[in-house]
């Protein structure tokens, strides 16, 4: 007796029913073009994610050598912060010391910066880092030819040089040149000493042009109080001209009158208040009045980088509540200056 099973094996295959319903090629055909344009419109909109996000860190980035670190690349000071996470400051150096407090900086000038970084995976946080610094690169890059250009101006008006400063040509400017070696020379010495200033072009050993002095175009009218090393300290008309140039626009330096002089400065603008202002300033335009062409850390003798901790370390890290005391004075006097209050004749 056969069962149901052998009869199916036996017999032929039953028929397949197909469970589509029939269309048009033509309507198959929309439907795979109107599909490939959500694909389409999908990555387009991806880009445009990805286009807005690296404007946004390129742009966020633009603040990082101007109020953070101007040397330093930024994933060195993410790298010392995670160090100080791990094993704690305790026997940390000096120099680890600045990039943490640069990482300090830079969370408060950019407050999304902590969060967003612990979010990220190793890829995306990398390629973070990277715009953040194309933006601080490029700002850089900015800030350097707006100051060769109202460097250059003002020393031609203001020091009158047997030859002219050419912005775009710095090989005549330096200790090459009389108006430039003048307000980059140690206050310590007299440029128009000529033992001085053979010493200082031959770069002989009694005569080292370093980080640890300070340059005359930092002190009200490039003079200085032998007595008194810190009257006049970057009160310079040079340095209100440069953090006008930098933080406000390139025309508003136009508008300062002299060296202690409140006069139409910076209005509404309070960012004298931040210390490393000084530092960028400072750091730019020495390498603006120097002769050498493109960035780099160190100029001869010179080491920029300790130049910028020793600006920072000058407001930050003052010797005692004497120090601290006129340091918060001369921070006081630029706030005056930012916020177009008049300044009294004590303070200048």
Not at 176 to 198: F, I, M, N
Request: proline share 5%; aromatic share 8%; charged share 25%.
């Amino acid at each position: 007796m056969s069962t149901p099973e052998n009869d199916q094996e036996g017999g032929p295959p039953a028929p397949h029913i197909s469970l589509s319903v029939n269309t048009s090629p033509q309507a198959r055909a929309k439907q795979r073009i109107a599909a490939l344009m959500e694909e389409v419109e999908i990555l387009k909109q991806d880009k445009a994610t990805k286009q807005r996000k690296t404007t946004y860190y390129v742009s966020q980035g633009r603040a990082i050598c101007r109020l953070v670190v101007l040397f330093i690349p930024i994933e060195d000071i993410v790298a010392e912060n995670d160090w100080c996470c791990e094993n704690g400051d305790d026997s940390s150096t000096l120099e680890q010391d600045h990039l943490q407090h640069g990482y300090i900086e830079l969370v408060k000038v950019l407050p999304w910066f902590h969060d967003r970084l612990a979010s990220l995976d190793l890829k995306e946080s990398e390629d973070m880092l990277r715009k953040l610094r194309r933006g601080a690169d490029s700002a850089r890059g900015d800030d350097t030819a707006t100051l060769k250009e109202l460097v250059g101006s003002w020393v031609n008006t203001e020091c009158h040089p047997s030859l002219l400063i050419r912005p775009n040509n710095k090989h005549g400017q330096g200790f090459v040149s009389d108006a430039c070696g003048k307000l980059l020379c140690p206050v310590e010495w007299r440029w128009e000493d000529p033992v001085v200033r053979a010493g200082i072009c031959d770069r002989t050993t009694a005569f080292i042009v370093s980080e640890n002095s300070w340059p005359s175009f930092m002190y009200e009218n490039s003079k200085v109080d032998a007595t008194n090393l810190e009257h006049g300290l970057f009160k310079s008309k040079l340095l209100v001209m440069g953090f006008k140039a930098i933080f406000t626009s390139p025309s508003s330096a136009n508008e300062v009158d002299g060296d202690g002089d409140a006069a139409d400065i910076i209005e509404n603008d309070r960012r004298a208040r931040r210390r490393l202002d000084q530092s960028k300033v400072k750091t730019c335009i020495r390498f603006t009045l120097s002769s050498i062409t493109s960035w780099r850390a160190v100029d001869g003798d010179f080491d920029y980088n300790t130049c910028w901790n020793n600006v920072v370390d000058f407001f930050e890290d003052s010797p005692g509540p004497a120090a601290r005391l006129r340091v918060k004075e001369l921070l006081e006097w630029w706030t005056q200056l930012v916020s177009h209050l008049p300044v009294t004749h004590a303070d200048c």
